[in-house]
């Protein structure tokens, strides 16, 4: 059974830093390129992040480039969105997300394979 569970969320001041995390099992880790996603409140699921499957190329949405780095251990089948600076337009429900194949691929949403149930960030000015 494919399980991807977040965790790491809660509440925070603005500038603050969290660590997110998401736990992998029930698939072959290694071979899929994880993402980080976030929906708002009345807006889209929208691309954080993503890795590939050796973690050695990433790609960040053009707006969080220099606050969010995201980084995936095999070893202990877990991909990590470190979230630094936060801003509460960074409140939202993050989800991560598995995709086999296609890393140029790995900014749309319906390309991925499998999901998790989402944590939630919220930041306070």
């Known amino acids: 059974q494919v399980q991807l569970v977040e965790s790491g969320g809660g509440l925070v001041q603005a500038g603050d830093s969290l660590r997110l995390s998401c736990a992998a099992s029930?698939?072959?880790?290694?071979?899929?390129?994880m993402g980080w996603f976030r929906q708002a409140p009345g807006k889209e699921r929208e691309f954080v992040a993503g890795?590939?499957?050796?973690?050695?190329?990433?790609d960040y949405a053009d707006s969080l480039k220099g606050r969010f780095t995201i980084s995936r251990d095999n070893a202990k089948n877990a991909v990590f969105l470190q979230m630094n600076s936060l801003k509460p337009d960074d409140t939202a429900v993050y989800y991560c997300?598995?995709?086999?194949?296609?890393?140029?691929?790995?900014?749309?949403?319906?390309?991925?394979?499998?999901w998790g149930q989402g944590t939630q960030v919220t930041v306070s000015s």
């Open positions: 997300g598995a995709k086999f194949a296609g890393f140029s691929r790995v900014r749309i949403g319906a390309s991925y394979n499998y």
């Open positions: 029930g698939f072959i880790f290694s071979s899929y390129h």
């Open positions: 890795i590939n499957t050796s973690g050695g190329t990433t």
